[in-house]
C-alpha cells in the first residue's frame, strides 16, 4: 500500500520536476549565454498559461489552446526583449533585477485589467481525463504522465538542438565567447532575440500544461520563479544538464517531503507536534537541500564552466 | 569650497529635516491627521532602505531578500506581544523568556533575531557572490515566508493582531505623533550610525571588497569576514525597522515576508540613489507617495511603477538623490 502511494507521490514529483525543468532550461539558456537575470519570466509562464486558458474555455480544444500559446508567449518574449532587454545585457544585474521587476508589476496589473483578479480553474481536456495503470494496481492521471512524455521529448530535444545543429553550435560559442562570435560574422542580436524566443516558449508550454493542475491566477509566475531559482543554483547557472538534475530533484523532494514527512516525523514525535514540525519542513525543505548543496559545492552540482 | 558656506546640498538636507520635524503640528492643525500615519509608514521603510543600501551601495552585496529580516523583527514583536497578553512564555527551554510589551525589549530582541538570522543566511549566501547572491538571498527570504506561514499558533496566513502598541518607557506610543517622532529619531540615528560606519575603517574595507574583493583579500583582509558583519548589521537594520512596521500597524503577517516586499525596499534604494546613505529615505518617500496617490486615481497603479521603474533604470540610474550629489560634485 505504502509502495504503491510512494510510486504515485513519485510520478507526481517528477510531473512538477518536468515543470521546473521547462522553465530552468530557457532562464539558464538566457543567463548563461546573455548574461542576463531576467524576473519576468514568471510572468512568461503566466502568459502562457492565460493564453492556453481562454482558448481552451472557447472551443474547448486544448491541442488548439497550445498551438496558440507557444507562439504567443514566445512572440511576447521577443517584443519584451527588443524594447526592453535589450539594453540591459551590458548592465550590471542590479539595473537587470529593477528594470525586470518592472516588468513583472507591467505584467501582473495588465493580465489582472484584461483577464480580472479571479483565478479561472480549467478541466483536464478530455482525451487526457483517463487513467493509466502503469504501475499494476496504481492507477496514472494521463494527463500527468504526458506533461513528463513531453518534458523527456524537450529535454531530447534541447540537447539535440545544442550538440547536433549549427545554431545549437552558435549558442554554445556565444556562450564562452560572445565577442569573437559576434566578430566572426553571426548576427548576434538576432541570435540573442531568438534564444530568448525559445526561452519564452518553453516558459509558456510550462504555463500552457499548469493551466488544468493549479489555479491559473495573477502572480502565479513568481511563486514557480523563485523555484526556478532554488533549480538553477542547485544545478548550476548557464548548465542545461544542472537544470534537468536540479528541476528533478527539486521535484521529487518538494513533492515526496509534503507527501511523508508528517508521516515520518510522528514516528519519533506526539502527532500535535509532529504536525507543526512537519508543515514548517514541507515547505523548507527544498531551501535547505539548496544551502546544503551550497555548502558543499557553491557553484551549483553540475556548472557549465569549470 | 568654503566650509561654512551652506551648500545645496546641505539646503536640501536641512529641508527635508525641518519639513519632517514639522509634520506632525501642521498635520493636526490642518486635521490631515492622516498624514502623520503615512509619514510613519515612510519613515519605517526608509529605515529598512538604508539598512539595505548599507550592504548593496558600499558592499556591492545585492540582496533580494530584505523583507526576510523585516518581516521576522515584526513577528518578533506580535509573538512577544501575543505571550504579553497570555502572560505565558515565549520560550521556555533552556531559559524562560516571558512575552511583554515592552518596547525596549521586544524592539531589541527584534534587532537581534533579524541579526542572527542574517548571519545564518549571509554565512550561506555569502559563500557566492553576483546573481548567484541574488537568487539565493530571494530564495531563503521565501523560505522565511512559508515558515511564519506555517506557524499556526501565530495565526498561519492569517497573521496576528497586536492588542496595543509597545510601551516605550513614559512614552505613549499609541500617540501617533510620539510614535513618528520615535520613528524619525530612529531613523536619524541609524542614519548618523550608518554615516560613521561607511567612513570608518571598518567601512573602507567593505568598500574595498565592493570594488575588488580579491585585493582586498591579498591584502589580509578576511574579506568574507567583513561582508558577513556588515550583512548581520543590515538585518538588524531591517529587524528593526519591522519592529516599527508591527506597532504602526498593530498587525504581523507573512504578507510583510513576501517578495515583493523584498523589491519594493530595493527599488526605494535605487530610486533614491545607491551609495549616498541619505538618498534611500528619499526614495522612500517618493515611492510611498507616488504609491498614495496614484492609487487615489486608479486601482492599476503597477501598470505605471512598473514602467517608471524601467525607465528610471534605463535613463537615471543614479536614483534622486544620487543625480543631485553627482551634479553638485561636477559644479564644486
Given at each position: 500500500m ?6 504515485q507521490?513519485f ?28 524576473l519576468?519570466?514568471g510572468?512568461l509562464?503566466m502568459?502562457?498559461a492565460y ?7 472557447q472551443?474547448?480544444s ?7 500559446a507557444l ?18 545585457y551590458a ?14 508589476l507591467?505584467?501582473?496589473e495588465?493580465?489582472?485589467i484584461?483577464?480580472?483578479p ?17 504501475i ?7 494527463f ?6 513531453v518534458g ?20 554554445r560559442?556565444?556562450a564562452t565567447n ?6 566572426l560574422?553571426?548576427?548576434?542580436k ?10 519564452a516558449l518553453?516558459a509558456?508550454?510550462?504555463?500552457a ?7 491559473v491566477?495573477?502572480?502565479m509566475?513568481?511563486?514557480i520563479l523563485?523555484?526556478t531559482?532554488?533549480v538553477?543554483v ?12 536540479g528541476?528533478?530533484l527539486?521535484?521529487?523532494i ?10 515520518l516525523?510522528?514516528l519519533?514525535?506526539?502527532p500535535a507536534?509532529?504536525d507543526?514540525?512537519?508543515?514548517s ?6 531551501y535547505i ?5 551550497l555548502?558543499?559545492k ?5 556548472p557549465?564552466h569549470? | 569650497?568654503?566650509r561654512?558656506?551652506?551648500t545645496l ?15 506632525p ?6 486635521e ?5 500615519g503615512?509619514f ?5 521603510y526608509?529605515?529598512?532602505a ?12 545585492v540582496?533580494f ?6 518581516g521576522a523583527?515584526a513577528y518578533?514583536?506580535g ?19 516571558m512575552g ?11 534587532a537581534?533575531?533579524s541579526?542572527?538570522l ?9 559563500r ?7 537568487m ?10 512559508f ?8 495565526g ?6 497586536l492588542?496595543?502598541r509597545?510601551r ?8 501617533d ?12 540615528g541609524?542614519?548618523?550610525?550608518t554615516?560613521r560606519?561607511?567612513?570608518s ?5 567593505i568598500?574595498?571588497?565592493?570594488e ?5 583579500g591579498?591584502?589580509?583582509f578576511p574579506?568574507?569576514r567583513?561582508?558577513?558583519?556588515c550583512?548581520v ?16 500597524t498593530e498587525?504581523?503577517?507573512?504578507s510583510?515576508?513576501?517578495w ?13 540613489g545607491v551609495?549616498?546613505?541619505?538618498g ?20 492599476h ?10 525607465f528610471?533604470?534605463l535613463?537615471?540610474?543614479?536614483g534622486?538623490y ?11
Open positions: 505504502y509502495l504503491l502511494l510512494f510510486c507521490q510520478l507526481n514529483g517528477l510531473q512538477f520536476g518536468v515543470m521546473l525543468f521547462l522553465m530552468a532550461s530557457g532562464l539558464t539558456l538566457i543567463f548563461g549565454i546573455m548574461d542576463l537575470i531576467n519576468a519570466h510572468s509562464f502568459v502562457g493564453l492556453c486558458a481562454t482558448v481552451f474555455q472551443t474547448g486544448f491541442m488548439l489552446g497550445l498551438l496558440v507562439p504567443g508567449t514566445a512572440l511576447v518574449g521577443i517584443v519584451v526583449e527588443i524594447f526592453t532587454l535589450r539594453t540591459l548592465r550590471d544585474h542590479l539595473d537587470q533585477v529593477l528594470a525586470t521587476f518592472g516588468l513583472i507591467f505584467f501582473n495588465l493580465t489582472k484584461i483577464w480580472g479571479r483565478a479561472l480553474f480549467l478541466d483536464v481536456p478530455e482525451a487526457l481525463s483517463g487513467t493509466i495503470e502503469i499494476p494496481g496504481a492507477p496514472y492521471p494521463t500527468r504522465l504526458a506533461i513528463i512524455i523527456i521529448i524537450v529535454a531530447i530535444f534541447l540537447y539535440f538542438l545544442i550538440t547536433r545543429t549549427r545554431l545549437g553550435m552558435l549558442i560559442a556565444s560572445r565577442e569573437i562570435v559576434g566578430a560574422g553571426v548576427n548576434v538576432l541570435l540573442y532575440t531568438l534564444i530568448f524566443g525559445l526561452g518553453l509558456g508550454l510550462a504555463g500544461m499548469a493551466g488544468p493542475l493549479f489555479a491566477e495573477v502572480g509566475g513568481e511563486d523563485i523555484l531559482f532554488v538553477i542547485i544545478g548550476g547557472i548557464g548548465s542545461i544538464r544542472g537544470a534537468l538534475v528541476a528533478i527539486v521535484g521529487l518538494d513533492t515526496l517531503g509534503r507527501a511523508f514527512l508528517p508521516a516525523f510522528k519519533f514525535l506526539d507536534t509532529a507543526g514540525v512537519g508543515a519542513l514541507d515547505s523548507m525543505a527544498i537541500l539548496m544551502a546544503l548543496v555548502a558543499w557553491p557553484r551549483g552540482l553540475l557549465a569549470e | 569650497m568654503n561654512f558656506q551652506p546640498k546641505a539646503c536640501i538636507l536641512m529641508a527635508a529635516l525641518v519639513f519632517l520635524i514639522g509634520l503640528p501642521v498635520a493636526s492643525a490642518l490631515a491627521t492622516f498624514y502623520i503615512l510613519s509608514r515612510i519613515l519605517i526608509a529605515l529598512a538604508v539598512s539595505l543600501d548599507l550592504i548593496l551601495g558600499y558592499g556591492g552585496m540582496s531578500g530584505h523583507a526576510a529580516f523585516f523583527g518578533v514583536v509573538i512577544f506581544a501575543f505571550h504579553g497578553i497570555e502572560g505565558s512564555a515565549v520560550i521556555s527551554w533552556p531559559f524562560v523568556i511583554t510589551d515592552n518596547a525596549l525589549i521586544s524592539w531589541a530582541v527584534a537581534a533575531a541579526a542572527g542574517a548571519f545564518v543566511i549571509g554565512a550561506i549566501s555569502l557566492t557572490s553576483g546573481v548567484y547572491f541574488i539565493i538571498t530571494l530564495a531563503f527570504a521565501q523560505m522565511m515566508y515558515f511564519f506561514t506555517s506557524l499556526e499558533l501565530y498561519g496566513d492569517d497573521g496576528l493582531s492588542f496595543t509597545n516605550l518607557g513614559h512614552l505613549d506610543l499609541s500617540n505623533a510620539a510614535f513618528y517622532y520615535t520613528c524619525l529619531g530612529l531613523l536619524i541609524f542614519l548618523l550610525f554615516r560606519l561607511v567612513n575603517r571598518f567601512g573602507m574595507v568598500r574595498g571588497c565592493k575588488n574583493e580579491r585585493r582586498m591579498a591584502l589580509g574579506t568574507y567583513y561582508k558577513l558583519i550583512f548589521i543590515a538585518g538588524a537594520g531591517a529587524g528593526l525597522a519591522g519592529a516599527l512596521m508591527a506597532n504602526q498587525f504581523v503577517s507573512p510583510l515576508l513576501h515583493t516586499v523584498s523589491g519594493d525596499i530595493l527599488v526605494m534604494v535605487v530610486l533614491g551609495g549616498t546613505i541619505v534611500p529615505v528619499f526614495g522612500a518617500i517618493v515611492l510611498l507617495l507616488l504609491e498614495e496617490f496614484i492609487s487615489r486615481y486608479t486601482e497603479w503597477m501598470l505605471f511603477l512598473g514602467p517608471i521603474l524601467i528610471v533604470v535613463f537615471a540610474r543614479r534622486l544620487g543625480s543631485f550629489v553627482e551634479r553638485i560634485g561636477n559644479n564644486g
